[in-house]
């Protein structure tokens, strides 16, 4: 099926990078019918100012709509509620089919297997993640570095680690090139995923040796192309 020609523009379609729940192959995000909402014009001065409309009906809608998914892929499936949102997850291409035919104006998002190769290699492969783009479009590895540990020291046995790359072998992400900024006096308004990017294995194996307690976890990309 030919997405962009049964699918609204504004949908967003991606392939999957990893199976969801460590099961499922595909999501379909959808959301409930707009024109169906009644506002809720009920006052509660007990209501957070941030909070969102409210409807008297959107829990109606949201159960209709399970009910709708679940006739359709029956137990092999599952759903996730937010807001004025569900979440579908399945891995049989004839659940999204009809429920693409059924409710495409209804679906925000939609992530797919480019192919059965892919499919096999989400199954095998549960800590890599499959995309069409690398990190930057340049690196294959990221590695995430645990933010409590050389918080306070700014994190400079790192910097002084990587002094020793080239500077086309590597590169940090921005919260991490803050920490080493001369402009930011305080620490604490940095934020807490602090991230290096290798291109080489090498290099990697290099880095994750010299701080092998300071890594929280490591992330792989393997292109969609390459999986054939």
């Known amino acids: 099926m030919n997405l962009d020609k049964v699918l609204p523009k504004y949908v967003r379609k991606t392939y999957t990078e990893r199976l969801f729940f460590g099961k499922y192959c595909y999501k379909v995000v959808l959301e409930v019918d707009k024109t169906q909402l009644i506002l809720d014009h ?21 159960t209709l709509l399970k009910k709708e998914l679940l006739l359709i892929a029956g137990e092999n499936c599952r759903t996730r509620q937010e807001w004025l949102k569900i979440s579908f997850f399945t891995n049989d291409k004839n659940h999204v089919d009809a429920i693409i035919d059924k409710f495409a104006r209804q679906i925000l998002e939609i992530s797919f297997p480019a192919n059965q190769a892919h499919v096999d290699f989400l199954s095998k492969n549960r800590k890599v993640l499959v995309r069409e783009r690398l990190f930057n479009d340049r690196y294959k590895y990221k590695v995430y570095i645990n933010p409590y540990n050389m918080r306070t020291e700014r994190f400079r046995p790192v910097a002084e680690f990587l002094e020793h790359f080239d500077i086309t072998r590597y590169d940090v992400n921005n919260i991490l090139r803050d920490f080493w900024s001369p402009f930011k006096h305080s620490i604490r308004n940095l934020g807490w995923t602090v991230a290096v990017y290798f291109k080489d294995l090498e290099d990697l194996m290099m880095f994750q040796l010299r701080f092998t307690d300071d890594i929280m976890k490591i992330e792989e990309i393997v292109l969609v192309r390459d999986l054939k």
């Open 42 to 62: 009920t006052r509660n001065r007990d209501r957070p100012v941030w909070r969102r409309t409210t409807y008297t009906n959107s829990l109606k809608l949201l």
